[in-house]
């Protein structure tokens, strides 16, 4: 499940919702946008659609992998969209995929909590 929360300060300022979330059994996934980036909002929202589509997102093991794998998905559909390098880490990642990744994953006998300041 797909979970959104619009902080009360963004609410008060008209700030668009930067914050979302995966909840499965086996794991809780936050996504926390940077209100320094543009868009951050864009890219938690492209992130966590993909990423709860990826086969096993919630297995710890897998889980680097799986994150690598969306922002390489991401990156290479906006990437032909930029006439070279500099232009897309400027004008699409810094202002789209700038945010933090909090994830705690629950195993039979213990909590796994990992974490990705983008």
């Not at 096993?56 to 680097?64: G, I, L, M, Y």
């Not at 004008?91 to 700038?98: A, D, K």
Request: proline share 2%; aromatic share 12%; net charge negative.
């Amino acid at each position: 499940m797909i979970i959104s929360s619009q902080g009360f300060g963004h609410f008060i300022q008209g700030t668009n919702n930067q914050d979302f979330g995966i909840e499965t059994p086996r794991m809780l996934l936050v996504l926390d946008g940077c209100s320094e980036a543009k868009y951050s909002e864009v890219g938690t929202r492209m992130f966590t659609q993909i990423f709860s589509r990826k086969e096993e997102c919630d297995n710890h093991e897998k889980f680097e992998d799986n994150v690598k794998e969306v922002f390489d998905e991401i990156i290479g559909m906006m990437g032909k969209y930029y006439p070279n390098k500099e232009d897309l880490e400027q004008e699409f990642i810094m202002e789209n995929l700038l945010f933090t990744i909090i994830a705690c994953f629950k195993t039979e006998d213990k909590y796994i909590v990992k974490l990705f300041d983008l």
